[in-house]
């Protein structure tokens, strides 16, 4: 643990300083646009102002990211349809990550309109393929992306549109628009937008496979989508297809990356229908490719954690409670480090505190159960005193502490369980 510390602040101090580099860069074009307003280096800002709104998300300065990709969509309105859409989608992700949910699907619906202006347009078939390279574009816009896609599709024009591409970095999180729906309780509405991408995508495919990855793409988070609906045996079948195309595609450099996630999804549904072997023996495949990624890149600490919170449950739900305890103690341990980077990773680090505090009253560890979930307590009642929404997880955190007091009154000195 203690090698992994030095090495997650070694490379936060690397994006420090790539950061302070790209503010410089982005101040001097600044300057320059005002001295000499041309195309050209209205589009160098542009670009420079794309990628420093990646680098404030990727440190989690979300306001800073959100401001540079609100100057970013200015600059664009006087430029042409197709410049503009993928400033307003990343935009909307920017909103979305400071919970300004009603804004950002404004934002992304007007993204998608302007795509599907595109689209449907006769003439846009001579434009070339669609500005925004399909990898880095979410599910909210996934429709309009794909229709555009099949009428955008001429070799020699992706040159002309290259510059353009540049112009949109590719996003490390999956937070789309269907997403924001969700968390505005507008679940149901997210499912259809993403059934009917991968009913497009689907076709693509038939005659061209390239599309596959896209495909895989909308599958993963139409899973999602269905899992958080209750529909979750049909998530456990979309994921599932998710997983074998996944598999196929190993030939593209981020395929561990895409599958690590998908693995981890896919055994929570397992979890949830019960299917507790499978869902270990896919989390098991899941942390440790996740493993592999966290000390290369901090960034994927906080799924790692989730990863090993649910395969924690999922030994204990089979009775292998020595692997729940060993794991649980793991998934702590990362979710403190990314809730020091990021405050509002507290609340992981509260469920997992509260998830391990159950492991350990099932391995009949009894005063560790209270004291793992007396700290879950502490931080999920400061959480609902900002927020109410927390009051549910609250009262499960302290049934855990109730739990393990219990069980310790009972069986004071029975030994711990082990399998």
């Known amino acids: 643990m203690a090698e992994t510390r030095r090495t997650y602040v070694s490379n936060e101090s690397a994006e420090a300083a790539a950061l302070r580099t790209a503010e410089n860069i982005v101040q001097r074009l600044r300057s320059l646009v005002e001295t000499d307003l041309t195309a050209q280096n209205l589009l160098q800002l542009i ?49 979305w990550d400071v919970e300004r949910y009603e804004e950002a699907i404004a934002f992304e619906e007007e993204a998608v309109g302007l795509w599907r202006k595109v689209a449907e347009n006769e003439t846009s078939r001579d434009l070339g393929p669609h500005p925004v390279s399909p990898y880095h574009c979410r599910p909210s816009v996934t429709t309009s992306t794909t229709s555009v896609g099949t009428k955008m599709r001429s070799a020699p024009a992706r040159k002309r549109w290259r510059f353009v591409a540049a112009l ?28 009917e991408a991968v009913g497009l995508r689907r076709v693509l495919v038939e005659s061209d496979a390239t599309f596959t990855r896209d495909l895989t793409d ?46 981890h999804s896919l055994a929570a ?77 507290i609340k992981d680090l509260a469920a997992t505190l509260r998830d391990v505090s159950i492991c350990l009253a099932a391995a009949q560890q009894y005063e560790n159960a209270v004291r793992v979930g007396e700290e879950a307590v502490a931080l999920h009642r400061t959480l609902s005193e900002k927020d109410s ?14 739990l393990g007091l219990a069980g310790a009154d009972r069986m004071p000195s029975v ?3 082990k399998r």
């Open 168 to 195: 949109t970095p590719p996003s490390p999180r999956l937070s789309p628009t269907h997403c924001t729906l969700s968390a505005v309780g507008r679940c149901n509405e997210a499912v259809p937008i993403i059934e």
């Open 389 to 402: 929404t927390f009051i549910e997880a609250l009262a499960q955190s302290l049934c855990c502490v109730a």
């Open 47 to 95: 670009q420079g102002l794309f990628e420093i709104s990646e680098q404030y998300g990727e440190l989690h300065r979300a306001e800073e990211a959100v401001r540079a990709m609100e100057e970013c969509v200015a600059l664009l309105r006087p430029f042409p349809i197709p410049l503009l859409p993928g400033s307003l989608h990343n935009l909307a992700n920017r909103l």
């Open 218 to 263: 909308s599958l993963q988070n139409l899973a999602g989508d269905l899992h958080n609906v209750g529909r979750v045996e049909d998530a456990v079948r979309v994921g599932e297809e998710t997983i074998v195309l996944r598999r196929g595609l190993a030939v593209y450099p981020t395929i561990t990356k895409d599958l690590g996630r998908a693995l």
């Open 415 to 417: 030994p711990a369980r």
């Open 269 to 345: 549904s397992l979890s949830v229908v019960g299917r507790w072997d499978e869902g270990v023996r896919v989390g098991k495949e899941a942390v440790g490719l996740l493993r592999v990624l966290a000390e290369s890149d901090s960034s994927f600490m906080g799924v790692l954690a989730a990863s090993l919170r649910n395969l924690a449950v999922g030994h204990s739900n089979v009775g292998q409670y020595e692997e729940a305890v060993n794991v649980g103690e793991e998934a702590i341990g990362f979710s403190r480090i990314v809730a020091e980077r990021d405050s509002t990773s």
